[in-house]
Each structure stands twice: as structure tokens, then as C-alpha cells.
């Protein structure tokens, strides 16, 4: 059974709407400050969360990325914690403790945004060939970009995941920049190449169009789930955003503006919502944000944490060899 | 469990209990099924429990470290066995990185019951990547457990009891000492997390672990000739350390030596020093001295024997501590 919020094209519409309208409030939250520190905007890439998330089950999972807020909302993360979490409160998915970069919400599946590139990749062949293992036909997408095609990482987590048949959805959202360094001069090779070189069947789909997405990881996500080991989808995509908010500040000049603006043209969120009745459209962009409002308000209310806590958890044991000022 | 056992024999009884006692316990590593990896610890494990938890891996310490993560994520008490102590340095990130902080992360909505078991430390005629001590690295790492034993019932007991902690378990096995025998009593005694006073002394307390413990044991006999009751700490846990233990030794004889193969600069021994002159000072007779390896790469074998701390070693920081 798929995600029931993804079920149909009007689901779908909906998460790519929640997405773009949460990152374009994270935006102002870090321009005004409550967000501390800055973010990696998905604004852009929705078609790909929404339409590999729309294949997947509710207990399946997924390991995200740096630039993953889209990714852990895509599969079903309250908007209102996770804005608490990047504002760093307590009522955050992981209580403010992991912010953009490290947002979870393991009841959901979600077993981590990574901060570091391409490391998700091996944790989520581990979790998969867990299900594998248990008897239990739980797959788990993987996402990552086209920076992570040269860590030599993810080449170890494909040929683990090809050796063991494990179920994991491997999903490349090539958006063209490891941050500014274009995908043309850094991958010797191509992103599906990789795969088949370790016997992963991969295909390439347009990552601004969300059921061509959804189709193609559907097809990849039910043959892992029958035991047919796991597959490789590279989503050719943009992101109209900076690669972090800092870039703002810093004015890098990478790309053009012809070609943000061709892109932008493509924007997958204009084309879901085209495909749909323009009440329909209405009707979930007013309800969107609505729930947006409340977001910010639940997030606003929630307290920061107390720094003293911030030893707490270090170990699950229960551990505690030091406290307070000799931490 | 009774009668003398070596420390390689001790580890593999307790990865066979554990694997016993725990259907979620899994071994994975370099050559550990087929052949019981290469110092044999894991030795007939496979044959007894089937590789879809004896499981052979490929080379790749990055997507094995990552992989346990995983399995960890989904309720499983993953042992990985690094061959080498230099080979843990490609799993460093996902160790650092990924182990040692997702439980804080997420403010304990997930456990990491992981244990890395390394071989650790020179002494047996090997090579760098071979011979190292990076201990330091890891117990710089708030949120790793280090830990080390010295002798074939700690080996045991302290095996069983970081395969059944919740928390990751950097867990270093003194390669030089696997063969040295001992008796693996029918508990554990202390915690994991404890030191032990292994010989009482007066005039100095030698703080030692892993395959220095026996070093230093023997500059104490040695020392008793001389008419100087030393006593050895065996500190077990490196992180978190067992501070009281120490503290309470360190007050009574007023001079302290830490001992390890790693370098002496910012090693283990810093710390230890730093923080107990702030515990201890006014007990102190001495600074606290260091033994430990040189500021420069692991050597080879011909002149190891010049890089690791000895017996001669130790005695002459004991002569300098209790000169002043």
C-alpha cells in the first residue's frame, strides 16, 4: 500500500505545495533570524521527494541529505516540528538537537537527513537488508545528489546492496552542482553507469515531473520489494534556490540567469498544479496555508532548549561520567 | 567457563554467548566466517550459527560501518570486526560521524548498539596499519564508549557486556596479548565502565590498559626488589573514564605514571594527567609522567622494540616521579 497522502495527483500537488511554501517560510525565517544558521532550500526538486515518496510504503524508509526537508515531508513529517526543529526547539522532530541537516522521524521511516555526502547511503542498505533479513519486504530509498556520485562511499553501499539483493531504492537527484562545481566536470562517467557496473538496473527520468518520477520509482520500488534487489534512479533536476542560504551573502556567480530561468520555466510545481482543476488548486494552496500558519505558530511557541540539557543522551545506557561545567 | 583460557579464546566464548543469547546479535567482517578471521576470534562461529549472522563482508570498512548503522536502526546488535587497527581510518566518518552521534541527535528516539571490535596496538612484528594505537581519536568522541582489556576474563566479560549495551562500543582487543592465558571467572565483576586496582602499591600509582597492563604488572615486581610498592590501575574504559577510582589511588600515593603504546602527545595520558592534577593536586608529590610511543609514524618491526614502552621505560619514570 502506498503513502495514502500520495495516492493521487492532487495528493501529490498537495506535499509538492507544502514543500515549496515551507521552504519559502524557512527562507524568511532565516533572513529574519529565527532560523540560526541557515538551510539548503529543496525549492525546486519537489517532483522528486514527492513522486519516489508516492512509491513508497508507510513503513518503508528513507535516508535524506543535506538539502533534505522536502524529502522528510514527502513522507508524511508534521511541517509544524520540523519548522521547530530547524528553529532548534524543543518540540523539533528531534527536539532541536539535529536541525536542517540532521531532521528524523523514525516512527515515519525517516532515518535521517546526513550532513555528510553520500553517507546515508550504506545506513540505508543496512536498514534495508534489516527487512530483508526479518522477512518483512520493507524497501528503503535512499537519496542523494550528484556530488555524492565521486564518494567512494556510495560505490561501496551500491556493490553491498548488489551482493546482498538488498531493497533499496538508490535515487540521484542530479540538480547539476555539487554546490558549484557543475556535474559535467566532476563525474568521469555517468550516474547510471555506476549502478550497472555493480548490476543495478538504472534509468534516468525527469525530475521536474512528479508522475514520471513516481512511475519509474514505482517500477523500481516493487521489484526490490519482490526480491529483485535494488534499483537506481537518477532525476534530472534544478534547484532554483541557492545551494545554501549563505550563498546570498557571498553572491557566487556559477550560473546563469538564462539558465535558472529556463529552468524555473520547467518549474514541476506549476505542471502538477496544471493538471488539476484550478479550484482544486485553490482549495489545497489555501489549506496549505493555512497549515503553514499553524506550523509557525507551534513552532514559535515551543521553548528553546536548556543548555545544561546538553549532555543529556550521550548515552543510552544511561551513563553520566560528567556533568555540567567539566562536560 | 573455569580453567585458563587466552584472551582469543575468551573473546570467542563471549561472541558465542552472545550470539546465544540474543537472535538479534550479528557478526560481520573481513575473512571472520569461513575462516574465523585472521586471528581466529570468530573461529567456528559461522559453522555453528550460519552466515546470515556469521557474515563474511566485503572490503569496504565505509559500507560496513554504515551498514551495522542501518541494521542498528532496525533493531539489530551488530558486532563488525575492523581486521586492523589502521583499517578502521576508511569507517572513520561513518564511526565519528554517524555511530557516535545519531542516539544524541535525536535526543534518544533511536539506540546504536554497535560494537567495533579492533586489534589493536604493536608487538607482534607487524607494520603501521598494522601496530597502531588510536584509541585517542575515538574517545575524543563524545558519544563512543572505548574500551580495552587486558587479560582473558575481562576479554570475556567485558565483551558480553559492550555486545549487550545500548550504546556504540569502541572495543580494542591488545593483539600481542591474544595468546597470554588466564582464568575467565563465572561473572563479571565490575561494570564496564570501571577501572581496577590490579596490584595495591604505596609509592606510585602506574595507570596502564590494553597490552600495557602486563608491562607495567611487571615493572612492579620489578620495582618491589628495589623495596617501591607500585600500584597498577588497569583502566579498562577510556571513555568514559573511571575518574574516582583513579582520584582515590592518585591521593593515597601521591605520584602517578600513564602508561600506553599510543604517542604521548595528546594521548590518552594528557588527559588523564591534566584532569587528575586538578583532582589530586594537593595530594601530588610529582607531576604526573607519561610513557608512551613517539611523535611519529608506528615503525617497522625491525626497530619496534625501540618505539613501544618497556619495562625500562616505565621504571625510569617511576625513578624521575619519585625523585622530586
Known amino acids: ?327 | 567457563m573455569a580453567g585458563q583460557l587466552s584472551i582469543a579464546k575468551a573473546l570467542n566464548g563471549a561472541l558465542r554467548k552472545s550470539l546465544e543469547n540474543d537472535p538479534k546479535t550479528v557478526l560481520m567482517g573481513e575473512d571472520i566466517g569461513k575462516l574465523g578471521g585472521v586471528f581466529r576470534i570468530t573461529d567456528g562461529l559461522q559453522k555453528d550459527f550460519g552466515d546470515d549472522r556469521v557474515m563474511d563482508t566485503p572490503l569496504a570498512e565505509s559500507g560496513i560501518m554504515g551498514t551495522a548503522i542501518g541494521l542498528a536502526l532496525r533493531g539489530y546488535r551488530p558486532v563488525v570486526e575492523i581486521q586492523f587497527d589502521g583499517f578502521v581510518y576508511p569507517a572513520f566518518d561513518q564511526i565519528v560521524s554517524q555511530l557516535a552521534k545519531m542516539h544524541a541527535r535525536a535526543l534518544g528516539h533511536v539506540k546504536m548498539p554497535v560494537t567495533v571490535r579492533i586489534p589493536f596496538g604493536g608487538g607482534i612484528g607487524a607494520v603501521e596499519h598494522h601496530s597502531e594505537s588510536h584509541e585517542a581519536y575515538f574517545a575524543h568522541t563524545a558519544g563512543l564508549r572505548v574500551v580495552s582489556p587486558s587479560n582473558a576474563h575481562d576479554a570475556h566479560w567485558m565483551l558480553r557486556q559492550a555486545i549487550e549495551s545500548d550504546d556504540p562500543v569502541i572495543f580494542l582487543e591488545p593483539k600481542r596479548r591474544y595468546w597470554d592465558k588466564g582464568e575467565v571467572g563465572e561473572d563479571p565483576m565490575l561494570p564496564l565502565h570501571s577501572a581496577r586496582i590490579v596490584r595495591p602499591g604505596t609509592d606510585a600509582t602506574l595507570i596502564a590498559y590494553g597490552p600495557m597492563v602486563k608491562v607495567c604488572q611487571e615493572a612492579a615486581q620489578a620495582a618491589e626488589e628495589d623495596g617501591r610498592h607500585l600500584e597498577v590501575v588497569d583502566l579498562r574504559s577510556l571513555s568514559p573514564i573511571d575518574f574516582p577510582t583513579l582520584e582515590e589511588s592518585l591521593k593515597r600515593t601521591g605520584r602517578g605514571i600513564v602508561v600506553h603504546e599510543a604517542p604521548v602527545f595528546l594521548g590518552l595520558g594528557a588527559e588523564l594527567a591534566a584532569r587528575l592534577t586538578e583532582r589530586c593536586f594537593y595530594h601530588l608529590e610529582a607531576p604526573i609522567l607519561r610513557v608512551g610511543g613517539y611523535h611519529a609514524p608506528y615503525p617497522p618491526s625491525r626497530v619496534e622494540e625501540t618505539y613501544l614502552p618497556d619495562l625500562d621505560r616505565v621504571l625510569d619514570a617511576v625513578d624521575r616521579a619519585l625523585a622530586y
Not at chain 1, 500520495?6 to 533570524?33: K, N, Q, T
Not at chain 1, 550528484?146 to 540538480?175: H, K, M, T, Y
Not at chain 1, 562517467?189 to 521536474?208: K, N, Y
Not at chain 1, 516493487?222 to 557571498?250: D, I, K, N, S, V
Open chain 1, 1 to 327: 500500500m502506498s503513502l495514502p497522502h500520495l495516492a493521487d495527483p492532487a495528493g501529490r500537488y498537495r506535499a509538492m505545495r507544502l514543500i515549496r511554501s515551507f521552504e519559502e517560510l524557512a527562507l524568511e525565517w532565516v533572513r529574519s533570524g529565527l532560523i540560526v544558521g541557515g538551510t539548503h532550500p529543496y525549492i525546486g526538486q519537489e517532483a522528486v521527494a514527492v513522486g519516489v515518496c508516492a512509491a513508497l510504503a508507510p513503513d518503508d524508509g528513507l535516508t535524506s541529505t543535506h538539502r533534505g526537508h522536502g524529502h522528510v515531508l514527502a513522507k508524511g513529517a508534521d511541517p509544524g516540528r520540523l519548522l521547530a526543529e530547524l528553529a532548534g526547539r524543543v518540540d523539533g522532530l528531534n527536539r532541536g538537537r539535529g536541525g536542517s541537516m540532521h531532521a528524523a522521524d523514525f516512527s515515519l521511516g525517516i532515518l535521517g537527513a546526513n550532513g555528510i555526502v553520500g553517507a546515508g547511503a550504506p545506513i540505508a542498505v543496512g536498514a534495508a537488508w534489516a527487512a530483508q533479513r526479518q522477512g518483512r519486504p520493507r524497501v528503503v530509498a535512499s537519496f542523494f545528489g550528484d556530488g555524492a556520485l565521486n564518494q567512494g562511499v556510495l560505490l561501496e553501499a551500491l556493490n553491498l546492496a548488489s551482493i546482498w539483493r538488498a531493497p533499496v531504492l538508490f535515487v540521484c537527484e542530479n540538480n547539476g552542482y555539487a554546490t558549484t562545481l557543475p556535474a559535467g566536470a566532476a563525474v568521469g562517467g555517468s550516474a547510471c553507469g555506476r549502478a550497472e557496473a555493480f548490476g543495478i538496473p538504472a534509468e534516468t527520468v525527469d525530475g521536474m515531473d512528479v508522475e514520471a518520477v513516481r512511475a519509474a520509482a514505482g517500477r523500481m520500488v516493487e521489484r526490490a520489494r519482490a526480491g529483485g534487489g535494488p534499483g537506481f534512479l537518477e532525476c534530472l533536476t534544478y534547484r532554483f534556490e541557492a545551494h545554501h542560504t549563505m550563498e546570498r551573502r557571498f553572491r557566487l556567480a556559477y550560473r546563469t540567469a538564462q539558465e535558472v530561468a529556463a529552468w524555473r520555466a520547467r518549474d514541476p510545481l506549476a505542471s502538477a498544479a496544471a493538471a488539476l482543476p484550478s479550484a482544486t488548486v485553490a482549495a489545497i494552496d489555501a489549506e496549505v496555508g493555512q497549515l503553514l500558519l499553524e506550523s509557525a505558530e507551534f513552532a514559535l511557541a515551543s521553548a528553546e532548549p536548556d543548555p545544561l540539557t546538553a549532555g543529556d543522551h550521550l548515552y543510552a545506557s544511561g551513563l553520566r561520567p560528567r556533568s555540567g561545567a567539566a562536560l
